[in-house]
């Protein structure tokens, strides 16, 4: 439980009120009095009043190997002790011992890889290779995805909250999300036939076309609340969007590095392999980094002259390479995968005890709960979901929250996470949730 609520600290009064005069209002913080986070270690951090809390959402799935960790502040400190910024104009050791490793560990021919900065550069790398190499503009995305804050990126996204400006760009068409939850077709999961995947070619002869770049997706929907696809959802629509003359773009900045359990790389568990896929989030422990890999054939038909300053950074690329080898030596996705068992083990007793939640899903240390008022209409409930948020924070845990709708919660802690932290996590929910239910 963290202190009770009283007169802040001048540092936290100070950076609070610096926060909301001179950063864009655009730049949103969680809670009804914003925390001041001030160190971490593991799976906790501090805020600036010296509130401990356990840290369940990682950054948004950024904190892969856990605050602090000592192999990555090594990397780092010893990079940046030797020389911290190149340009892309030069080779650097580390660049070229990052993209060999991303040639290994990513799944089936994909080869060369692109350096950024974030998860909105490899994504728009992404889509800007995938139609230098067709010859073609169109790209089918998903309703309820996202993939960056970048004008094509937002136009690629099927989520209008993230959506600004008065026009998107040309060139996309969403096709039916595979939200199993509020299926679009009405059907129960006894009696899918994936008809969201087989609507893909429909709408590629009615409102495509017909000649398209690239489908784009991601395993598990992040900001859309964690929305995971069946078994065979992707098998059938890529085989639609090949015949079509289509690559498949697989956006992993959230899902990738172990996430969802087990692989390195999400779209391992549903057996395809992707002729262009793109990291960020988790690939650095909290670095800013981005990641275009891409197969050779793909990779080589981007024009000579590009450039991303920041791409490649030693440092950057350093601390990648540092929290890959703690994922792989101390199998980190085998953990995410017998510790997110547990938390879904955990999470549907939180269900059977309290009405609000509609649906629990998600693979791995990649889970979500989906609030509604009523189980039988779905009518979602975010003013719940605020008020279990807050609770949970008071109770000394940190957890997101999204969705369309503004009604999931979405639970990703480090892969370091243990049954302990489950249980931890679990009790303040639960006592969230009972708080929720008695302020009506």
Known sequence: MTKQAGQRSDMTTEAIAAQREYIWPCVTTLYDQPLVLDHGEGMYVWDSEGNRYLDCFGGVLTTSVGHARPEVVEAISTQAGKIAHTSPLYVNAPQSALARKMAEITPGALHKSFFTSSGTEANEAAILVARLYTGRAEIIALRHAYHGRSLIAMSASGHAPWKHGTAMAPGFVHAHAPYCYRCPFNLKPESCALECARDVEELIRTSTTGEIAAFMAEPIMGIGGFITPPKDYFKTVTEIIRRYGG??????????????????????????????????????????????????????????????????????????????????????????????????????????????????????????????????????????????????????????????????????????????????????????????????
């Open 247 to 440: 690559l498949f773009i697989c956006d992993e900045v959230q899902t990738g590095w172990g996430r969802t359990g087990d692989v390195l790389c999400g779209i391992e568990h549903w057996g395809v392999e992707p002729e262009v896929m793109t990291f960020a989030k988790g690939m650095a422990n909290g670095s800013p980094i981005g990641c275009t890999t891409a197969i050779p054939e793909v990779a080589d038909r981007f024009p000579t002259l590009t450039f991303a300053t920041f791409g490649g950074n030693p440092v950057t690329c350093s601390a990648a390479l540092a929290t890959l080898k703690v994922i792989q030596e101390e199998d980190l996705p085998r953990n995410a995968r017998v510790t997110g068992d547990y938390l879904r083990e955990r999470l549907e007793e939180l269900k059977e005890k309290h009405e609000p939640i509609g649906d629990v899903r998600g693979m791995g240390l990649m889970q979500a709960i989906e609030c509604v008022k009523d189980r039988k209409t779905k009518e979602p409930d975010p003013q719940l979901v605020g008020r279990v948020l807050e609770g949970a924070m008071k109770r000394g845990v940190l957890i997101g929250k999204g969705g369309l709708y503004g009604n999931v919660f979405r639970i990703g802690p480090p892969l370091t996470a243990g049954k302990s932290h489950v249980d931890e996590l679990v009790s303040a929910l639960d006592g969230a949730f009972q708080d929720a239910a008695s302020q009506g």
